[in-house]
């Protein structure tokens, strides 16, 4: 009867402890978030923005410890040409397969499956997935009570999108676009 009595005594506890250690999901506002992105090359930079599908952020009361995000690939968007002088022609190159392929493609994720805390945010550890290709990633998150954001560069070339890529081809002259691209991000909650 004893040992019963410990099981469920243990069991008890065990359960209670796990109640007051709930993961709460930060749902992103994706009206209000950005990502906007700079791409460049030999003889100069385009820039833009794309939209976010969905997100959400984990938390362990003020710890970050996962979250996952959905790119719409599809809504690239071109802001330093204006229409009828590039914009359109850039932008759907961009959604071509020489580059992201957004009609078998249509979204890219993040997943983070771990973040440790420093003095400005966090450092930020998942996967990326582009173009059908998955990689792990690593970056700084600062983060604040209503947003979070970050910067960072992403090497095009090994998500399978080297098109113009001096890495992989010659005589390429002016023609060469970098194989990183910047992304610059503030989510909303």
Request: a negative charge.
């Amino acid at each position: 009867m004893k040992t019963i009595f410990k099981s469920v005594l243990i069991l008890t506890v065990a359960v209670g402890a796990t109640a007051f250690t709930t993961t709460m999901k930060k749902t992103i506002n994706v009206e209000t978030s950005t990502i906007t992105w700079k791409g460049k090359k030999v003889l100069g930079s385009h820039t833009g923005t794309i939209n976010l599908q969905e997100g959400y952020l984990e938390m362990d009361g003020d710890q970050l410890t996962g979250g996952m995000f959905v790119v719409d690939m599809t809504s690239i968007n071109v802001t330093d040409l204006k229409a009828g002088e590039g914009k359109e022609k850039l932008e759907g190159h961009l959604k071509s397969d020489d580059f992201f392929g957004v009609e078998n493609f249509p979204t890219a994720t993040l997943v983070i499956n771990s973040a440790t805390k420093n003095a400005d945010g966090y450092i930020v550890n998942g996967d990326i997935t582009i173009k059908g290709t998955t990689l792990p990633i690593e970056f700084d998150l600062d983060m604040g009570a209503d947003f979070a954001a970050t910067s960072l560069k992403i090497d095009r070339t090994k998500f399978n999108v080297r098109y113009g890529s001096g890495s992989f081809f010659d005589n390429l002259g002016d023609n060469t676009i970098a194989d990183n691209f910047e992304l610059d991000v503030t989510l909303k909650f």
